[in-house]
């Protein structure tokens, strides 16, 4: 009987028909959340990526406009660009031109609200944490405290809504990615 017992072990000890198969349960949880991490920067990135495309559209259609000349074209121009801007029911932007017009877009309307500024003159506009201050009206070609002149600009910025699986550990801050430009019509 002891014979046969020892024999059994002997067989056991060489089989490894099972063993594959633990293996592969004690790293197939190591490798999903692996997946998972990259799954979840990359449609992190995606969105990151489509919307800057977007404002990159918009962007090159507005230097290709002229500047505006008044508050009325002003507003023309900021509800074209917010128009051209629209995306998803979670995607909002904002567009101000020369501080005379901003058009913004909630995700399912659009508005226009003219501003204080004169859209004919020019403004050496800084980016601050809190946004963009305008300043003062310039005269054109005025240098600005940053060295470069004054101009007439436009202000594009657009969010998009992103969930994270893995909240913190993407490029992204809460649960939205956002993306801002300014740029010089003249």
């Known amino acids: 009987m002891t014979w046969l017992c020892v024999r059994s072990m002997r067989k056991l000890q060489r089989n490894e028909s099972g063993s594959v198969a633990v293996e592969f349960a004690l790293v197939a949880p190591i490798l999903m959340f692996v997946l998972a991490g990259v799954i979840d920067i990359g449609s992190a990135t995606y969105a990151k990526l489509s919307l ?3 404002l990159t559209a ?10 505006p000349g008044d508050q009325e074209a002003a507003a023309a121009m900021a ?17 101000v031109v020369n501080n005379g ?5 909630d995700g399912s309307t659009s508005s226009v609200t003219l501003l204080s ?4 003159l020019c ?14 009206a310039e005269s054109c070609g005025t240098p600005c405290a940053s060295g470069d002149s004054s101009g007439q600009f436009v202000q594009i910025s657009a969010t998009t809504r992103h969930v994270t ?4 550990y993407a490029f992204i801050e809460g649960d939205s990615v956002k993306t801002q430009t300014m740029l010089r019509l003249q």
Not at 165 to 168: A, D, L, N, R, S
Request: charged fraction near 20%; charge should be negative.
């Open 52 to 54: 800057d495309a977007r």
């Open 79 to 95: 509800e074209k660009l917010v128009t051209l801007m629209q995306g998803g029911a979670t995607d909002t932007a904002e567009v």
């Open 123 to 136: 403004y050496c506009p800084v980016r601050s944490e809190s946004g963009i201050e305008w300043g003062g």
């Open 58 to 67: 918009v962007a090159e259609y507005a230097l290709n406009q002229p500047a």
């Open 101 to 105: 017009a901003s058009a913004t877009w």
């Open 165 to 168: 699986i893995f909240p913190g």
């Open 117 to 120: 500024g004169d859209a004919a």
